[in-house]
């Protein structure tokens, strides 16, 4: 799991998406009775690796981890839909550091064909992120 630093660095930025709604982890989402769009939400942290060494307190961390953006539409309607949200999502990060957490690479579909889950259809939008945290005494 990524810190909470990032986590909500990474979460207020998705405030912005209005266009479905946005669930993550452990959140009670319900799918709606009648499928429909939304995104389903993974922040992961891969690594916090220390960048310099010098006095306690006044160092450089580099933390870097994934966004996993999974954009769930309805089955059997084809990818196009979830492709083009997949794509928009990827905009609200590119180009656009939030704070100390900069996003790097992005990718739709990320070289894996789109899964099947119950009456949804999944494509996943992953972007790469790292943050930099500098210690304080």
Same mark, same amino acid.
Request: charged share 20%.
């Given at each position: ?17 209005t ?5 993550e982890e452990n ?6 009775? &009648?499928?429909a769009?939304?995104v389903?939400?993974?922040? &992961? ?7 310099? &060494? ?16 999974h ?12 492709r ?7 905009m ?5 550091p939030?704070?100390?957490l ?16 119950g ?11 790292d ?7």
């Amino acid at each position: 799991m990524s810190s909470l630093s990032a986590y909500d660095l990474i979460m207020a930025r998705l405030t912005e998406w209005t266009e479905t709604p946005v669930s993550e982890e452990n959140d009670g989402f319900d799918t709606p009775d &009648v499928p429909a769009p939304f995104v389903y939400v993974e922040v &992961v942290g891969d690594l916090l690796e220390q960048q310099t &060494v010098g006095a306690p307190g006044n160092n450089l961390w580099m933390e870097s981890g994934v966004i996993y953006l999974h954009v769930m539409t309805p089955n059997d309607a084809g990818s196009r839909q979830a492709r083009g949200i997949a794509e928009r999502l990827t905009m609200l990060f590119r180009e656009r550091p939030l704070e100390d957490l900069h996003p790097r690479q992005m990718s739709i579909g990320a070289g894996d064909p789109g899964r099947t889950f119950g009456n949804y259809y999944a494509m996943t939008a992953t972007i790469t992120w790292d943050r930099q945290d500098y210690t304080s005494a």
